[in-house]
């Protein structure tokens, strides 16, 4: 959704998506800068992407649940004078191509539609390079609802040249004027969805897009294993903590139930001391990472 400044809007928008309970959130023409901290505008359960301009226009931002395996791309230079924020995510063990985008009105730069849509340099076709299956969503401020002019006929070549089918049919801005369908979710794999709409929460000037994918999210579940770490263990000190230990104190429980509960925490106390107790998580089954997504050592890859 353009949101048109999310300062002064993100309770309304944590209150619909408390209704929708949405997977991943774009939101465009946010309208903030780096002097806004992220954790000003965090949603429970999500983790946050951004992408500034300058206060007082442009922006996105994305939120995708902590469900999902993502991670925000790195786009090439020549992108610059577009408003881009790409997430890659896992969706169902596959990788999915998120690619939001804002246009403001008043394009930045002249060749804006061959940055867009044409020749190997184009925005898309990094995309499609980049993951088999691409969704962009955003608001494009190309009216799809008039294909004779020129707006409306790059949208249509998107489909032609990349297979970029539009989602959304009806208008996404309607004034007492006009109605026009600026807001798009555009994919090269339709298939993969099995609804798709507009909805109108009345905290913009634009409605709310939405989609909804066959594929559901899941979270591998986790287990924790507990064990004491000798990284620093120096075993003739630890022995030597132990001979000096008060183990004569436990002559004086009544009985051999009291004895041992001494000698066990006396012993952890002074183990601890040498090896600490510590815990880690391990997904329950192996999470399907790629080399893309990796983070970390090879050797923890499993680790959460």
């Given at each position: ?94 990788d999915v191509l998120f ?145 000096a230990a008060p183990w ?20 952890n106390s002074v183990a ?33």
């Open positions: 959704m353009n949101i048109n400044s999310i300062q002064n809007k993100f309770d309304e928008v944590k209150i619909v998506n408390r209704e929708l309970k949405s997977h991943i959130i774009f939101l465009t023409e946010t309208k903030i800068d780096s002097s806004y901290p992220s954790s000003q505008f965090q949603l429970e359960g999500y983790l946050s992407y951004r992408k500034n301009r300058a206060k007082g226009g442009g922006g996105l931002m994305a939120y995708l649940s902590s469900k999902i395996i993502s991670q925000q791309m790195k786009l090439p230079k020549q992108y610059k004078l577009i408003e881009v924020l790409a997430i890659k995510a896992m969706i169902n063990n596959n690619v939001g985008i804002y246009r403001p009105p008043k394009v930045i730069g002249s060749n804006y539609y061959l940055k867009l849509e044409m020749g190997r340099n184009s925005l898309c076709m990094w995309a499609t390079m980049k993951c088999k299956t691409v969704i962009l969503t955003g608001d494009l401020n190309l009216d799809r609802l008039r294909p004779e002019s020129t707006e409306g006929q790059l949208l249509i070549n998107l489909k032609e040249v990349y297979g970029f089918e539009c989602l959304i049919t009806k208008p996404t801005r309607i004034t007492c004027t006009s109605a026009t369908l600026l807001d798009v979710i555009q994919t090269n794999k339709p298939d993969h969805f099995r609804a798709s709409g507009v909805f109108n929460p009345e905290i913009s000037d634009h409605n709310l897009i939405y989609g909804v994918m066959k594929d559901k999210v899941f979270q591998h579940q986790r287990k924790v294993r507990t064990f004491r770490s000798t990284k620093a263990l120096d075993t003739e000190k630890l022995n030597e903590d132990l001979k004569n104190v436990m002559d004086t429980c009544n009985t051999l139930e009291d004895k041992y509960e001494y000698w066990k925490s006396l012993f601890e001391e040498h090896m600490p107790t510590k815990k880690m998580r391990f997904q329950r089954e192996d999470v399907p990472y790629d080399s893309r997504m990796e983070k970390g050592n090879k050797d923890e890859e499993n680790i959460c």
